[in-house]
T-cell receptor
Framework: GESVGLHLPTLSVQEGDNSIINCAYS??????FIWYKQESGKGPQFIID?????DKRQGQRVTVLLNKTVKHLSLQIAATQPGDSAVYFC??????????????FGKGTKLSVIP | KAGVTQTPRYLIKTRGQQVTLSCSPI?????VSWYQQTPGQGLQFLFE???????NKGNFPGRFSGRQFSNSRSEMNVSTLELGDSALYLC???????????????FGPGTRLTVL
């Protein structure tokens, strides 16, 4: 499959455990954040999003936490499964300064689930 | 419904050439965004087209350009290719695009461009 990164931080977790993936974002003006999952050979897939006026949002087996004070975002995956093995990216949407939105991505974290 | 499709899936070019990549969005989606993914720089936003107009733009040189047709299909062109342009080029479609909060983007599988 496609290689999406040769020097990504890697998180290895046992199947059934909870996973926490962290992301530091760069722009305090960012008002919307997204987590994506990218499996080998595929494009990124939307997991969950959160607006800047929230600090927590839950989905099915996933929770996103936002700490605007330290510009930190985390993705928690409950009861991690082998199918969760992938590269996870956070993205921030920066409001336009000169009429153009920007979507900026983190470098990614590779999650490996040990059966 | 059919997902986002990109053609070709793989492409090999030489320095100085130009290349055109194609993206067909999900039916009904009017926004198409393009991204470059490399091991060193990760995922970087190139530009977004909505209803045939470029609405948002990332920080790439003018050698990278695009267009969108009335059926929302989009093409991306890179002129005077450089070795550093070797990357996976991804497109994503959505209903409202970057201007719409909570509007999910659906990515295609990408075009792997290799510049020799």
């Amino acid at each position: 499959g496609e290689s999406v990164g040769l020097h990504l931080p890697t998180l290895s977790v046992q199947e059934g455990d909870n996973s926490i993936i962290n992301c530091a974002y760069s722009n305090s003006a960012s008002d919307y954040f997204i987590w994506y999952k990218q499996e080998s050979g595929k494009g990124p897939q939307f997991i969950i999003d959160i607006r800047s006026n929230m600090d927590k949002r839950q989905g099915q087996r996933v929770t996103v936490l936002l700490n605007k004070t330290v510009k930190h975002l985390s993705l928690q995956i409950a009861a991690t499964q082998p199918g969760d093995s992938a590269v996870y990216f956070c993205a921030e949407k920066v409001p336009p300064e000169a009429g153009s939105y920007q979507l900026t991505f983190g470098k990614g974290t590779k999650l490996s689930v040990i059966p | 419904k059919a997902g986002v499709t990109q053609t070709p899936r793989y492409l090999i070019k030489t320095r100085g050439q130009q290349v055109t990549l194609s993206c067909s969005p999900i039916s009904g989606h009017r926004s198409v965004s393009w991204y470059q993914q490399t091991p060193g720089q990760g995922l970087q936003f190139l530009f977004e087209y909505f209803s045939e107009t470029q609405r948002n733009k990332g920080n790439f040189p003018g050698r990278f350009s695009g267009r969108q047709f009335s059926n929302s299909r989009s093409e991306m062109n890179v002129s005077t290719l450089e070795l550093g342009d070797s990357a996976l080029y991804l497109c994503a479609s959505s209903l409202l695009g970057l201007a719409g909060d909570g509007d999910e983007q659906f990515f295609g599988p990408g075009t792997r461009l290799t510049v020799l």
